[in-house]
Nanobody
Framework: VQLQASGGGLVQAGGSLSLSCRAS????????MGWFRQAPGKEREFVAG????????YYTDSVKGRFTISRDNAKNTAYLQMNSLKPEDTSVYYC?????????????????WGKGTLVTVSS
């Protein structure tokens, strides 16, 4: 499975960006999907996750109410809508397909990773 994340860029604080993560090679419709981010010098952190059917979503506290994760299994794609962006959201964002149908918080629960897309939020 190859995961291609796209949609990153430069945005002013308060703005919005929409990230996409398209899977190829085989379907990920049975896998949980997650978005992580990693800023320079920091650990990779969980941002949002969604289970295989899309019925359950999970968010880290700092993005609740601002970010929305979704998926379209027919398109083999997951999304992350990011609104009210803050400078502290600046990071490289990675999408990942989980080992199971759930979307765990730990990176060790994911089998496939995309290369990441840079999000920069200016103040």
């Amino acid at each position: 499975v190859q995961l291609q994340a796209s949609g990153g860029g430069l945005v002013q604080a308060g703005g919005s960006l929409s990230l996409s993560c398209r899977a190829s090679g085989r379907t990920v419709s049975n896998n949980g999907m997650g978005w992580f981010r990693q800023a320079p010098g920091k650990e990779r952190e969980f941002v949002a996750g969604i289970n295989w059917r899309g019925g359950s979503t999970y968010y880290t506290d700092s993005v609740k109410g601002r970010f929305t994760i979704s998926r379209d299994n027919a398109k083999n794609t997951a999304y992350l809508q990011m609104n009210s962006l803050k400078p502290e959201d600046t990071s490289v964002y990675y999408c990942a397909a989980a080992l199971s149908s759930m979307a765990p918080v730990s990176p060790s629960g994911y089998r496939y990773w995309g290369k990441g897309t840079l999000v920069t939020v200016s103040s």
